[in-house]
């Protein structure tokens, strides 16, 4: 056999190995479910019920017929007194609901058509923003929507300059105004899918190096929740049920700092091109080093603890378990199941990049052919393994994430 077909060879057999360990992992022997916990509810009181009289409704926005009669009723309640903020949620509760029947009525009329609803959410946006602005004026209008804009954008609270809150808000304004023309051009067709997520990928890394720049560096990790108080609260909240040592806590929080520096580095340098397959393995060839310091510092078993902590579908396991007809043995067998199927996909998919690195063939068609031949036999282990109705339900609920293109 020649050296060029022995790659190829080992893959298939990388696989059929793959699904092998599936099985016996799945099968492995199984010690006794925890026994859960019932408390008696609270008693239920005798007394009776409160009589409460029906007061009339107070009038609604869009109840008022003309525009300008609109406008006159909220200057009228600005003269006496009611702030502007409280003014805004009067009229965008009602145009919400208002909303949310066209919404319920779209639904019917364009039943499994997610296009017709994307538009009517393009026309709902406009329509608020310019309802919003009569109601308001253009001065309460500014300072409403600036309100909103800043509070997704400083989400660590930072002060401000009048001048910083400006410069940030035209920001916000200007990635939104791009958004929407990316929203557009997706229902229109001008774009496909991976135009549109590179373009908006582009966009957001655009306006965070313009934030950076204007804020500096300290205080825009500040106002992203990663400064160094915030990273510090962050982890300790992380690794709470843990309960790591000081020691301990000071060597992984020197082990995230390391990792969030090198990966702002890496975002510079990928900033033009952030969907490339070069940047997707060097952020995770890091979030790799990281955890394999975690595991250093914590020991195996206390770091596979908190893997599973950190894990949302372990999480909804245990959150469901009774009702899905689980155990903990189970919960734990699954959870090995799929985090060795989702690892062995990567390291397949990493030795195939590797092959045409080094300059060979490699026949993609049939990489990803084994691919999913390897999740439909993972899939019909999990599916042997739990029975047909457990199997349903955990499937119906997201927990089997199988597709070997998306990993």
């Known amino acids: 056999m020649s050296h060029a077909s022995r790659h190829p060879a080992s893959l298939v057999l990388n696989v059929a190995l793959a699904v092998t360990v599936v099985v016996l992992l799945l099968h492995r022997s199984e010690r006794a479910p925890a026994p859960s916990a019932r408390g008696a509810g609270p008693a239920i009181g005798t007394n009776p019920a409160p009589v409460f009289t029906r007061q009339p409704s107070p009038p609604q926005y869009t109840d008022i017929a003309s525009a300008s009669d609109r406008r006159q009723w909220m200057d009228q309640l600005r003269a006496a007194g009611v702030p502007n903020r409280i003014l805004a949620r009067v009229v965008l509760a009602d145009l919400e609901e208002r909303w949310q029947r066209r919404f319920e009525e779209g639904a019917l009329k364009h039943p499994g058509d997610p296009d017709a609803m994307a538009a009517l959410h393009q026309e ?132 995230q700092q390391q990792l969030n520096e090198r990966r702002s580095e890496l975002d510079k340098q990928f900033q033009d091109n952030p969907s490339s397959a070069d940047y997707a393995e060097q952020v995770a060839a890091l979030n790799d080093a990281r955890d394999q310091e975690y595991q250093r510092v914590l020991g195996t078993n206390v770091f596979d603890t908190l893997q599973k902590q950190q894990d949302i579908g372990y999480s909804r396991m245990k959150k469901y378990e009774n009702l899905w007809g689980l155990d903990d043995t189970k919960v734990d067998s699954v959870y090995g199941t799929l985090k060795y199927y989702e690892k062995s996909v990567q390291d397949y998919q990493a030795q195939a990049r590797a092959l045409e690195a080094r300059g060979q063939t490699v026949d993609w068609n049939a990489v990803n052919k084994n691919l999913q031949q390897f999740a439909l036999q993972t899939q019909q282990a999990l599916q042997n393994y739990l029975g047909q109705d457990s199997f349903t339900q955990m499937q119906r609920n997201g927990i089997f994430q199988l597709d070997p293109l998306t990993q």
């Not at 940030?168 to 067709?189: F, M, N, T």
């Open 124 to 255: 709902q946006e406009k329509d608020t923003e310019a309802e919003m602005r009569a109601a308001l004026g253009e001065d309460g209008f500014r300072q409403w929507d600036q309100e909103n804009m800043l509070r997704e954008a400083n989400i660590g609270k930072i002060p401000l300059t009048a001048s910083e809150t400006n410069s940030i808000y035209d920001l916000k304004k200007k990635l939104q105004q791009r958004v929407r023309e990316l929203d557009q051009a997706r229902l229109s067709g001008d774009m496909d899918d991976a135009q549109i997520n590179d373009a908006s990928d582009k966009a957001y890394s655009e306006f965070n190096q313009q934030l950076k720049a204007l804020l500096g560096e300290d205080r825009y990790a500040e106002s992203q929740g990663s400064g160094d108080g915030a990273a510090v609260a962050n982890l300790r909240q992380d690794l709470a049920k843990v309960n790591p040592s000081d020691s301990q806590f000071q060597d992984l929080l020197k082990a």
